[in-house]
């Protein structure tokens, strides 16, 4: 019991040194690493920024001559292909004359799932998986589901007060919660490849979408069948010492009416891309996932109102929820409330949020869980 102690120790460290690339080495997982040697720590390392070194390579190369007869713990299996910007770790490893390997979890991308882990073995080095598993698994959510599904990972967030409105009648919204939960956002928004809304949000808002110095911000994502989006926009906008992305997704129903202002939008804001989709399938959020994971967005914040959640949870692409609560009561019969839709007629046909946890955010409540796999009806 004691050496398994020691060996979630270990593990705890290198996915605490993991967390450290959160929001900057996307789509690639987050991965940390720790040399061991006659029970003492000798070296750590982590994967930094996406294109950077792997944490193997950091930490074996901290070692030096001192990795030789060590033990290594990895939260992911090393990697063994080419197809990257970076060296396979797999060489690497055997190099440096590793003897023992600790592994949290088996890598799932097809190129690797267990080859890697294959090659160290046949080299004599004795490896061991599952330590911490699941840990590492929730530690690198978004890179799974882009890994294995080709679709980015969808988080829906909400603020909404105790009677479960997220605007008045009138759909004035602001501030419905804390400046502490807004900060929480803000921070979310640096750590997700992608935030996206629909068109009255940007229209009744005008939000900026970004993690307001956070972080990184993220791809701006806008809904708008009719490309009615006002030139003015807050979304359009870009710092020039570091611009933002911004992706519109319309319908092509009246090409003569919005092809001046397509031409305005992608001309004048170089950072700004215009796709047209097809509305008349219902399936189109999916096919907007589809399109954002083929371009490495492996996390989607969702923002949008209460449509655009009904709509992500009815053609289930949503992961997850953020629900912040607030200690105000709005009322109203035409409040607008989180999910706005035809809704269900049974209570045991209702959406489950499992694994949930609460937290408190200043004087607001945080509830965060994971979306059930069988999804409502009519919702």
């Known amino acids: 019991m004691k050496n398994l102690n020691k060996h979630n120790q270990y593990m705890s460290l290198a996915l605490t040194l993991a967390l450290k690339g959160a929001g900057k080495v996307s789509p690639n997982p987050m991965v940390g690493a720790v040399v061991v040697k006659n029970g003492k720590v000798i070296a750590t390392g982590y994967h930094p920024y996406f294109g950077g070194p792997h944490a193997e390579a950091v930490a074996l190369s901290k070692a030096g001559k001192n990795a030789r007869g060590a033990a290594l713990y990895i939260t992911l299996e090393p990697c063994c292909h080419l197809d990257k910007k970076t ?31 294959k090659i160290l073995q046949q080299n004599g080095i004795n490896c061991k998986t599952g330590i ?109 010492n570091n611009p933002i992305k911004t992706i519109i997704f319309y319908v092509n129903t009246n090409p003569e009416i919005i092809k001046d202002k397509l031409e305005y939008i992608t001309s004048k804001h170089r950072k700004c891309e215009c796709y047209c989709i097809n509305y008349k399938n219902n399936q189109y959020l999916k096919h907007i996932m589809k399109y954002l994971a083929k371009i490495g967005i492996s996390s989607v914040l969702i923002e949008g109102g209460g449509t655009t959640h009904s709509l992500a949870l009815e053609q289930g692409i949503a992961d997850e929820v953020m629900a912040f609560i607030s200690p105000k009561i709005i009322g109203g019969r035409n409040a607008i409330t989180p999910v706005e839709g035809t809704g269900i007629d049974r209570v045991s046909k209702a959406l489950n949020i499992t694994n949930w946890h609460t937290q408190h955010i200043g004087e607001d409540l945080l509830i965060t869980g994971t979306v059930g796999k069988k999804q409502a009806r009519n919702i």
Do not use: F
Request: glycine share 6%.
């Open 87 to 117: 060296p396979p770790c797999v060489p690497t490893i055997l190099k440096y004359g590793i003897k023992d390997l600790y592994i949290a979890m088996k890598d799932p991308n097809p190129r690797v799932n267990g080859k890697g882990l």
């Open 132 to 240: 911490l598993e699941e840990q590492s698994r929730e530690l690198n959510k978004y890179y799974i589901k882009w890994i294995t599904q080709k679709m980015p990972y969808v988080t829906l967030k909400w603020a909404m007060s105790l009677d479960g409105k997220i605007a008045t009648a009138s759909g004035d919204s602001k501030w419905i919660t804390s400046t502490n939960s807004r900060a929480l956002v803000h921070q979310a928004r640096a750590e997700m490849d992608a935030i996206l809304v629909g068109i009255n949000t940007v229209i009744k808002d005008n939000p900026y979408l970004t993690s307001h110095g956070k972080g990184k911000n993220p791809v701006r994502v806008i809904i708008d069948p009719q490309l009615r989006i006002p030139l003015s926009s807050n979304v359009l906008k870009s710092d020039k």
